[in-house]
């Protein structure tokens, strides 16, 4: 809790035994008296993944089959919502955010007065492990397209490490449950409809952490999944999609 504020932290998984239990523990113990509950969502793991969470402290949900990151989040979204909690903050399951993040955007998203805090690993203060080239190369260029396209200056637009008031969820407005969010399209959705609908947003500075093994820091496919991230800058300007 933070300043009589309830907290969820979200945490969608696919196939991340080894890494969530280890990801939640740590999260607890840094958090205590922040963080009221940790949400795994299970996305259908064929692994140890949802009773290696559930070992570690986290309430777990589970998918009977993969429906996709943008279906694990949204489920995540939507627990802590109809259970009251007042801020959720979403986290990479696969270690890759510091839970040492999250008190920086809580308290900026409380006593700032913001309804949506995103973070960012480019602006100062922020931090970048074992990087890849690659991958800033194309979180930058497509970081810049969100920007001109959604008239916010965002830094990190990719960034999945964020916080906002539950509330949100409830704003008819926004309409998480479109089949069409299913995949990578739900947080890019998300980001630019809070911008639009003129909520305060705003950035934290926060650390991304890449594992040695680059397969082991996405599971993303190529064109046909930053397509999935992209979509939404052009569905949603030209009213093909609400």
Known sequence: MYKKNTVAVVMPCL????????????LRKICYGLVDTVI?????????????????????????INSGAGAAIRTGFLWANVHNYDITVLMAGDDQDDPNDIKPLVAKLTDGGYSYIHGSRWIKGGKRIQHPLSRSFLTRIYSVLFAIISGFPTTDATNGLRAFKSSLISDKRINLQQSWLNRYELEPYFFYKVIKLRYR??????????????KLNTKMVSLKSWWSIFRPLVYLPLGLKS
């Open 40 to 64: 795994v969502v299970d996305d259908g793991s064929v692994d140890a993944t949802a009773a290696e969470a559930k070992k570690a402290g986290a309430t777990v949900i589970s998918h009977q």
């Open 201 to 214: 947003v705003g950035e934290v500075a926060v650390t991304k952490k890449y594992h040695k093994e680059m």
């Open 15 to 26: 196939n991340e035994a080894g890494k969530i239990g280890p990801s939640v523990a740590r």
